[in-house]
């Protein structure tokens, strides 16, 4: 379903051991309706829900939420450090175009998304307000 890069497992097990997590909790994957692309990536650190998918190992937990996987098949999951913006990357051959930001995509195909939650705009199109 869903890749991992070496050093997006490490920092995962990082996070997920600093907040003391339990096996029931990892970094919950979801999309959402918003931002300057149209949908919107969204991650929690949060427990598994009924019918989320279940990526990575015990250390690295990703639980892809069940409305979500259609458009994060095939993805991989990064973690970059750089001085200007560090963090989780998702790297989706879903997506047609990303915002500037890396936040919010345009999937490749049409799909209906009545069943995605409303999400907020994303920074760059704030800025433009």
Do not use: H, W
């Not at 890069?5 to 909790?25: P, V």
């Not at 500037?100 to 209906?112: H, I, L, M, Q, R």
Request: aromatic residues 4%; charged residues 25%; negative net charge.
């Amino acid at each position: 379903m869903i890749n991992l890069t070496n050093i997006a497992k490490a920092s995962l097990a990082s996070l997920l051991e600093r907040k003391n997590a339990d096996t029931s909790t990892g970094l919950r994957l979801a999309v959402k309706k918003g931002g300057c692309a149209g949908l919107q990536y969204s991650m929690e650190v949060e427990s598994k829900v009924a019918g989320d998918l279940i990526a990575g190992d015990d250390q690295a937990r990703v639980f892809v939420a069940q409305d979500a996987a259609e458009y994060l098949e095939g993805m991989t999951l990064d973690y970059s450090i750089s001085l200007a913006d560090s963090g989780f990357k998702i790297i989706n051959p879903n997506a047609a175009r990303s915002c500037g930001c890396g936040t919010s995509f345009e999937p490749k195909k049409e799909a209906d998304t009545d069943n995605l939650e409303d999400g907020e705009a994303c920074e760059s199109e704030l800025a433009e307000k």
